[in-house]
């Protein structure tokens, strides 16, 4: 699986948008890109994953430069309970089904 | 959503005993189960594979003998960390693929300290 790089940290104004960058430079042609997050002492949550095309959730838009290079997390209007550390993966989706966790980006949302 | 129950959610026991951790999917059929551990301020590290009715499959440097992995049925794997030594003091975490979905989703861990 393609290796991911995320910023060790970011903070965010509360209900401002959280723009959260990932940069997986060797991405596969079959290689998806998953974003989850973790709040304190619990476990990973899913925010969404795409292949190349945008995607939008409730919870979250995923933006993937059109050489698939990098992505952003776009979370719209930031929270106080988003404060967790997000992780963006990148992994063949048809193989293994594990995630494998990198060191991910701590953001804080202040208020 | 898919819920996975994670069992004990804390544990606290004396060095030389041994802890079995259950993972339950609540309302799926999960083929495949994850075990991770994270140590403080340390990311998730994928420990194992545990598939059903067959042997788990153990990332290089977990001790297969130490982390025991049973996986007897479509809805319940377990880790049993055998002689528990301080080391071992780590937060458990197991994630359950939908075998219909093929969506992943994960427990709320198992905070284990040993004394």
């Known amino acids: 699986d393609a290796k991911t790089t995320q910023p060790p940290s970011m903070d965010c104004a509360e209900g401002r948008a959280a723009n959260l960058p990932c940069n997986h430079s060797?991405?596969?042609?079959?290689?998806?890109v998953y974003w989850y997050r973790q709040i304190h002492s619990q476990g990973p949550q899913y925010i969404i994953h795409?292949?190349?095309n945008n995607e939008t959730n409730e919870m979250a838009s995923l933006i993937i430069t059109e050489d698939r290079k990098s992505s952003t997390l776009i979370l719209p209007h930031a929270t106080l309970r988003d404060t967790a550390v997000y992780y963006c993966i990148v992994r063949v989706a048809a193989v293994g089904h594990d995630m494998r966790f990198g060191a991910g980006t701590r953001l804080t949302v202040k208020p | 959503g898919a819920v996975v129950s994670q069992h004990p959610s804390r544990v606290i026991c004396k060095s030389g005993t041994s802890v079995k951790i259950e993972c339950r999917s609540l309302d799926f059929q999960a083929t495949t189960m994850f075990w991770y551990r994270q140590f403080p301020k340390q990311s998730l590290m994928l420990m194992a594979t545990s598939n059903e009715g067959s042997k788990a499959t153990y990332e290089q440097g977990v001790e297969k003998d130490k982390f025991l992995i049973n996986h007897a049925s479509l809805t319940l794997s377990t880790l049993t960390v055998t002689s528990a030594h301080p080391e071992d003091s780590s937060f458990y975490i197991c994630?359950?693929?939908?075998?219909?979905?093929?969506?992943?989703?994960f427990g709320s861990g198992t905070q284990l300290s040993v004394l």
């Open positions: 060797t991405i596969s042609g079959n290689e998806y």
């Open positions: 795409g292949l190349k």
């Open positions: 994630s359950a693929r939908d075998r219909t979905s093929e969506k992943l989703f």
